[in-house]
């Protein structure tokens, strides 16, 4: 059998050791890294394509779900925290398990007993992908993967975001990101009185809205604090009169 | 409290009565009535012997309400009564004649005067009893209403009553799991810690209050506990001057505090936490400001809110208006700031 890769990441120490002892009879596995912050994660996701991530969810930097949306590909998950309030989040991202601390050297073989079934059947990377970050809770920010470099930005930096293809493009101040996500998935963990979708491609934020002009006879345009000038669809237009009317 | 009251009230009639008799044995000397000694005699016996009478009316006042009885009915008693017991009395001044044939002339001049006072003495004494038992009522309802408000007021603190929060139990039973693999001594010394703090924090009533230096002392239990959870990362300074330590306050009150400092401060950063809790004092006043540093941008933690609203509920409950509570965040700095009505002598406001 193929050993699996394993990562934990955790940010208290005693924790992670406690995981690692308990790990460390099962000679099919192979503990590749220990993390104790997200950004470590997400770094050392990217260096060793794990099989398996044993996650936290509160961690300084980036929590759990956050670095879940930055893995590409996306190991099997298997959340260890002592809240049981994530739960139910945990099966909106397809967590293969969800142990809550402590627990036992059986819970936990149970758990990778649950990780071996899941890796021997083939994944549906696509859906996982479009499934994660659908966990109902509004971002305060959006994380960024730059190759190994993590960037975060506020929700409130935002300028507007436009769609390209698989992925989206962040623009914030004259800095923009790409992340491999749709618009819609991240127009939902959006505030809709802060964000409105002005185009199919196009989410902006209405408060770093100028004014609105009219283009041609049918479609206007949305002219942003910093000149930059976006297309606003007729649909588009509703809407944002709608919230410009609300304030 | 209710015996009490009705020795004075027992003490009030009986000398009532002092002046009432020497009111008799005036109108019984006066007017060609008695000489000066029998007069004396035979008035403060008969006003002896009424004031009994008319003291048995209180059973009757006791058993006929005055808000649930009919006036007419209420007169029609009360005059029959004070006939009847006027009538007694009269009978009571002859039959005295008859023991001592010497007075009963002078009596008998005086059986008018004596009916006429008799009646007045008698509704007299109604009077004082509906008033006695006015005030009593009165008294009573105050007492009632202020046990209810305590009651109320104990119940609430009841309910606000700081907990320790389960996460934190959680975490640490996972520690000590961790340290029992790799550092066994560690463990057990970790296990008596949590022992420790979970009594002391058991032995508070909800109720009383406790010195800010044993707060403190409760504080530095926890802290010590996190510390083995996140000993690479967090400092701690307390800054109490010796003035301010034997101040009162709800116990636990700043737990919850110190809870959000460790989840929302401590586990948003890798490093350079710090954790810092002041006091100072006046003679009226306790203030204490806690601050920490946290990660402004983290994504809130689930299950919180309630820390810091439980905190100014439980002030408000003990204090009322007088204590207050106040958040700022300042960059990457977290503070809170309490001030607490806490004599110096020891005692609340």
């Known amino acids: 059998m193929k050993k699996l890769r394993v990562i934990i990441v955790d940010d208290e120490k005693l924790a992670r050791t406690y995981l690692a002892d308990l790990l460390s009879p099962y000679e099919d596995l192979d503990l590749v890294a220990e993390c104790a912050d997200g950004f470590e994660a997400v770094k050392a996701c990217a260096q060793f394509k794990p099989d398996v991530i044993f996650l936290d969810v509160q961690m300084p930097k980036l929590d759990g779900f956050e670095v879940l949306e930055l893995l590409d590909p996306v190991p099997h998950v298997v959340f260890v925290t002592a809240f049981d309030d994530y739960a139910i989040d945990a099966f909106g991202v397809h967590a293969v398990d969800y142990l809550l601390k402590p627990f036992s050297p059986e819970r936990l073989a149970q758990a990778i007993e649950h990780v071996r079934q899941r890796s021997s059947a083939p994944q549906q990377l696509q859906s996982l992908l479009d499934d994660r970050g659908a966990d109902g809770r509004l971002l305060q920010r959006v994380a960024v993967r730059d190759g190994s470099a993590v960037h975060l930005i506020a929700v409130g930096d935002l300028d507007y975001v436009s769609a390209q293809d698989d992925y989206i493009e962040l623009h914030s101040g004259q800095r923009s990101f790409l992340k491999h996500q749709t618009l819609t998935s991240l127009e939902k963990r959006l505030n809709p009185e802060d964000f409105v979708r002005i185009h199919r491609s196009t989410l902006v934020n209405l408060h770093k809205v100028e004014r609105i002009e009219a283009w041609s006879k049918d479609s206007k345009i949305a002219i942003m604090k910093d000149g930059t000038r976006l297309r606003v669809s007729r649909s588009g237009y509703q809407k944002l009169r709608q919230s410009l009317d609300r304030d | 409290m209710a015996g009490d009251f ?48 008319c003291r048995s009316s209180s059973y009757m006042c006791a058993s006929l309400s005055l808000s649930k009885t009919r006036i007419p009915r209420l007169a029609l008693i009360f005059v029959s009564s004070s006939l009847a017991a006027a009538g007694i009395w009269v009978l009571a001044a002859m039959g005295l004649g008859m023991l001592v044939p010497s007075w009963s002339r002078g009596l008998e001049s005086k059986f008018d005067l004596l009916f006429g006072l008799g009646v007045a003495f008698y509704l007299f004494a109604v009077a004082f009893n509906y008033t006695v038992l006015a005030v009593y009522k009165a008294r009573r309802a ?131 936490a710090w954790i810092r809790l002041e006091a100072r004092c006046d003679s009226q006043m306790l203030y204490v400001s806690m601050s920490n540093r946290y990660d402004p941008l983290a994504p809130r933690a689930k299950g919180t809110g309630r820390g810091s609203s439980l905190v100014l509920d439980r002030l408000r409950a003990s204090y009322g208006p007088k204590a207050s509570m106040r958040l700022e965040t300042l960059g990457d700095t977290w503070r809170v700031e309490l001030e607490i009505p806490s004599a110096k002598d020891g005692t609340g406001p």
């Not at chain 2, 005036?26 to 012997?49: D, E, N, Q, R, T």
């Not at chain 2, 034997?246 to 350079?272: F, I, Y």
Request: proline share 5%.
């Open chain 2, 6 to 53: 009705q020795r004075q009230v027992r003490y009030g009639y009986w000398l009532g009565w002092i002046p009432l008799s020497a009111l008799v044995v005036v109108l019984l000397y006066a007017h060609k009535g008695l000489g000066v000694a029998p007069a004396l005699v035979s008035g403060i016996l008969l006003s002896l012997f009424y004031a009994f009478i």
């Open chain 2, 142 to 272: 105050e007492l009632e209403a202020e046990k209810s408000r305590t009651l109320a007021r104990e119940a609430q603190l009841r309910a606000l009553r700081a907990q320790v929060d389960p996460h934190f139990l959680f975490n640490s039973l996972n520690s000590i799991a961790s340290l029992s693999l790799s550092n066994p001594g560690g463990s057990r010394e970790m296990c008596l810690q949590l022992a420790a703090f979970l009594r002391s924090t058991q032995k508070l009533g909800p109720l009383a209050t406790i010195s800010l230096e044993q707060e403190l002392q409760l504080v530095r239990q926890y802290l010590a506990i996190e510390e083995q959870r996140f000993a690479d990362r967090m400092q701690v300074h307390l800054h109490v001057p010796r003035e301010c330590q034997d101040r009162r306050l709800p116990p636990l009150l700043l737990q919850p505090l110190v809870e959000n400092a460790v989840k929302h401060g401590v586990s948003t950063l890798n490093k350079d």
